[in-house]
Nanobody
Framework: QVQVVESGGGLVQPGGSLRLSCAAS????????MGWYRQAPGKQRELVAE???????NYADSVKGRFTISRDNANNSVYLQMTSLKPEDTAVYYC?????????????WGQGTQVTVSS
């Protein structure tokens, strides 16, 4: 079983910054992708950013130029640096990890961390 734990959410004013952290643990053989998703009230969960083992990253158009995803492969961790935050960035942010553990594929989610952008 693979556990994923996020941290770093909170309340920030518009234009401010936050850094989210996520770590995966358990009987992990390899991770080929880690990413951040978010879900605002009344909306579907959406991809924010993802990063693959080789370092290539994809971003939602709404966060390009403001958010940066990075990864620490040695520690099975991923980070999301968020700058120039807007009220529409308010959501629960979920970390996702995909890879291989105990001979099978896993796709694990964290419990979510609240990000609120408000003055």
């Amino acid at each position: 079983q693979v556990q994923v734990v996020e941290s770093g959410g909170g309340l920030v004013q518009p234009g401010g910054s936050l850094r989210l952290s996520c770590a995966a643990s358990g009987s992990i053989f390899s991770i080929y992708g880690m990413g951040w998703y978010r879900q605002a009230p009344g909306k579907q969960r959406e991809l924010v950013a993802e990063i693959l083992t080789g370092g290539s990253a994809n971003y939602a158009d709404s966060v390009k130029g403001r958010f940066t995803i990075s990864r620490d492969n040695a520690n099975n961790s991923v980070y999301l640096q968020m700058t120039s935050l807007k009220p529409e960035d308010t959501a629960v942010y979920y970390c996702n990890a995909r890879g291989y553990a105990r001979g099978s594929v896993f796709n694990s989610w964290g419990q979510g961390t609240q990000v609120t952008v408000s003055s």
